[in-house]
């Protein structure tokens, strides 16, 4: 994990750097899926060009965990 660290400092700073608009912004909100789907990728050794797709695959696998557990 600690070889993550740069990478994951990196991505957080692009992260409030677009956010940085002036607007009053949730960065829990902007973060809570992004960056654990960003860390998860990298530890599974998901190439760059695959990011999407997995981050796709990640949201709906959440989406399926909220729909169980709300019945």
Request: proline residues 7%; aromatic residues 4%; hydrophobic residues 45%.
């Amino acid at each position: 994990m600690e070889a993550l660290r740069p990478r994951v400092v990196d991505l957080v700073d692009a992260y409030l750097d677009r956010l940085a608009s002036g607007d009053e912004v949730d960065v829990i909100a902007e973060l809570r899926l992004p960056l654990p789907v960003f860390v998860i990728g990298e530890l599974l050794g998901v190439p760059p060009e695959d990011r999407e797709r997995f981050r796709s695959l990640v949201r709906a696998m959440k989406s399926l965990g909220e729909r169980r557990a709300s019945q």
